[in-house]
Structure formats: C-alpha cells, structure tokens
C-alpha cells in the first residue's frame, strides 16, 4: 500500500511522517529528491538535494514515480524500492499526491493542515524562508488544499502531533483491514 502525507510546506508533513515510521515497523519512509536550497538548520538527509541538471536526467529515466515544479524548484519521488512486507510512506505535495492517486487509485492520500491561518503564517516564519517565499506558500497553500480535497484525501488538522499521528496511523491501520478483507486484498 502507498501512504501519501501531503499538504502545505510547514503543517509537520516531515515531522509526522518520521514519527508513524517509528511507531510502525511495517512502513518505510521514501525519501524525496529536490532541487531547492537546504534551509538553515535542516538535517541533510530531509531529502536527496540535487541539482537541476540530475534531477531532469533521472525524470527523463522514469526514476520517479511522481514528480512536480513548486514555487521554481523540483521536487520528486523515487520509483518507491521499499522492503517486503511494508507499506510505503510518501510525504510529498499535493501536485504529486495527484500523480500517485493516478497511478494507484488504492493509495491512501492524508491531507495534513494546521489548526488555523494564523497558525500556519507562524509555522511558516518559524521555518526561516524568505518573507516572499512565505507570502508565495500562503498563497499555494490554499489551492494545495482545495486541490487535495477534491482527491477525497482524509484530512488530519496538526494541532498536536500525538494526536494527529495517532489519527493517521488509525488511517492506515483501517485501510490495511480494508484491503486484508477484499477479495485480491493480501
């Protein structure tokens, strides 16, 4: 099964993502590709930081299984290789939660919002991008969402990040048993 975490830059996509994968030996996290500068502060390892060049040359390889241009930069996920016996979990933006859901109508799409604008505009300046950057993700931010309810993805408000793994991780659980009890369900 493919577990897609997408939703607005700074709702704790990354943050929750790493927490179910703890919780759950049965997920594995895929780890992104992007062609965006490292923020200050941010672990090495958030994604694969590549140059334009490469990364157009493994999309034009079919390296990813989705891929999309956000706010100048690219951003893809890599055709998933994930062990046997686990779920892959993908955390990613809404443009490539719509190529993963083409793909796999199966997939389950969790859209992860914060509890208020208000909220959100702070999370955004926390994070330590540019005032333009941030005016530009607030602005996306709500087409991303709207984007993402049209996919008919489950929404789980980040008000507090106990909880809100705890909802996605009952998301999981519940499409596992959904799928053990159809009839091709392994």
């Known amino acids: 099964m493919i577990v897609v975490i997408c939703g607005p830059g700074g709702v704790g996509k990354g943050t929750l993502a790493r927490r179910l994968i703890t919780l759950d030996d049965g997920l594995w996290l895929s780890r ?21 060049e490469a990364f157009e040359a493994k999309a034009a390889e079919g390296g990813f299984l989705e891929w999309a241009e956000f706010l100048g930069n690219l951003y893809g996920t890599p055709v998933p290789e994930a062990p046997d016996e ?10 490539g939660a719509e190529q993963v859901k ?18 959100y505009e702070q ?12 005016r530009d993700r607030i602005h996306e ?3 991303e969402m709207e984007a993402a309810r049209k996919l ?33 369900g392994v």
């Open 102 to 119: 083409e793909r796999d109508p199966d997939a389950l799409i969790v859209l992860l919002v914060a509890p208020s604008q208000a909220d």
């Open 141 to 143: 931010a709500r087409k």
């Open 152 to 184: 008919g993805a489950e929404e789980v408000v980040n008000d507090d990040l106990d909880r809100a793994t705890a909802e996605v991780h009952a998301l999981i659980r519940a499409a596992r048993e959904e799928s053990a009890g159809s009839p091709d």
């Open 32 to 52: 992104s590709w992007t062609t965006r500068e490292q923020r200050p502060g941010e672990d090495h390892d958030a994604y694969v930081f590549s140059d334009r």
């Open 86 to 95: 686990r779920d892959v979990v993908l955390e990613i933006e809404v443009q």
């Open 123 to 134: 999370r955004m300046r926390g994070r330590g991008d540019a005032e333009d950057k941030i």
